[in-house]
């Protein structure tokens, strides 16, 4: 059911998808762009089962924690959701974020490491963006509008050239005028603008370059500290995450993805959401059992993952993620039992409430 009544609330927490949460009158009531102890005037939306999501209107109790957004478009637009703190606020609800999906799975949280970004804004070397009735930017998920953000302060210098124009310059407008999508992506160095195509149609990269190299970096000083002759790199596109360690020539690898063409030697071209994805994998793959297993899935995460741990016994496994949510429920599905090593917090996407998480598992002979 879709309401618009006004709300008075007050924000008892920031929950893992960067909203506060206000807690009365036996509702829970969603409100972004808020801040723990805040109380506030939002407009409500939406409203199901007890569970009503709502837009802010004004701060009537302002956080101490509460600062001057950078960006101009912050209050308006859904791309950002902490723009409004500092940054070591952010990094905190990321931390409970974290922590708060993995409340299943035993682990020493004053082991967490985290890597925090090295810039907050200007890091973007991607972006898409929808366009309808003329109008260009990212939709609200609440009002279903398209808000249109040429100031926007996470993309990357060399995309916002090319975003400026597409505002200023509108000729767009007469070519798509019905709806759709349009990328801006840095593609082997030079600028691409792509429309209508599948997301990331051109190969796809991390988003952030410099925290790319840290999450690479840790990637890398977590295989150092196990033993490693053979690794199954899964979701491997190009070989990201596990190149350093081929280069040291100390370990063969096994690559699998869907991508057609062959990023170098031992790749094999699989969906692995295929439900035959296992089974033609066993048909070609050079080896029995692998030292390392490497898992970088897509947000939706890996279902199989149990199975194909099963059946190729690694002692390590090492699962990247950018949703926490998917990664601790597939950890919770293996059957195996396992010890987690090492859990790092990757920054790569300051200022939102998305961020990277690697997951290192030993599994006991």
């Known amino acids: 059911m879709t309401e618009h009544k006004t709300l008075h609330v007050q924000i008892d927490h920031i929950d893992p998808l960067g909203q506060g949460v206000d ?18 005037t939002a407009q409500c939306y939406k409203s199901k089962k007890g569970v009503q999501f709502a837009k802010l209107i004004t701060i009537e109790q302002a956080s101490e ?50 890597i925090p970004a090295i810039k ?41 050239p090319a975003l400026k124009t597409l505002y200023e310059n509108r000729r767009w407008e ?17 600028l691409q603008v792509a429309w ?29 500290r196990t033993t490693v002759s053979s690794l199954l790199d899964l979701f491997s596109g190009n070989g990201n995450l596990s190149d350093d360690l081929v280069s040291t020539g100390k370990a063969s690898r096994v690559m699998v993805d869907t991508l057609q063409k062959s990023p170098g ?7 692995l959401f295929a439900d035959s994805a296992l089974k033609a994998f066993e048909a070609q793959s050079p080896r029995d059992h692998f030292d ?5 899935p897509p947000r939706k995460g890996f279902l199989a993952l149990n199975d194909w741990v099963a059946r190729y016994r690694p002692n390590t496994l090492i699962y990247v993620s950018c949703h926490p949510g998917t990664l601790a429920r597939d950890l919770n599905q293996l059957q195996k039992p396992f010890t987690i090593t090492r859990l790092i917090l990757i920054d790569l996407f300051p200022g939102t409430h998305h961020f990277e ?3 290192a598992l030993h599994f006991p002979k």
Not at 136 to 149: C, F, H, P, S, Y
Not at 174 to 190: A, V
Not at 265 to 271: L, M, Y
Not at 292 to 296: C, F, G, I, K, N
Request: net charge neutral; aromatic share 8%; hydrophobic share 35%.
């Open 23 to 40: 807690k009365q009158d036996g509702k829970i009531t969603f409100i972004a762009k808020t801040l723990p102890g805040e109380k506030a």
């Open 120 to 160: 907050r804004t200007g890091y973007r070397n991607r972006i898409q963006l929808h366009y309808r009735q003329n109008k260009l930017g990212l939709i609200d998920g609440l009002t279903n509008r398209i808000v249109e953000i040429p100031e926007c302060v996470i993309v990357g210098d060399a995309l916002r």
């Open 292 to 296: 390392v297993m490497l898992v970088d």
């Open 174 to 190: 007469k070519k798509h005028s019905s709806s759709g999508h349009c990328e801006l992506y840095q593609h082997h160095g030079h």
């Open 65 to 114: 924690k509460r600062i001057t957004p950078e960006c101009p478009h912050f209050d308006v637009c859904p791309g950002c959701d902490y723009l409004h703190t500092d940054y070591e606020t952010e990094l905190s609800f990321k931390r409970a974020a974290l922590k708060k999906y993995f409340q299943k799975i035993i682990f020493d949280w004053e082991e967490l490491e985290v």
């Open 357 to 359: 998480t690697l997951a």
């Open 265 to 271: 030697p031992n790749f094999i071209p699989i969906d």
């Open 196 to 224: 209508n195509q599948a997301y990331a149609h051109g190969g796809f990269s991390q988003v952030n370059d410099e925290m790319n190299t840290q999450l690479r970096a840790a990637v890398s000083d977590t295989l150092k």
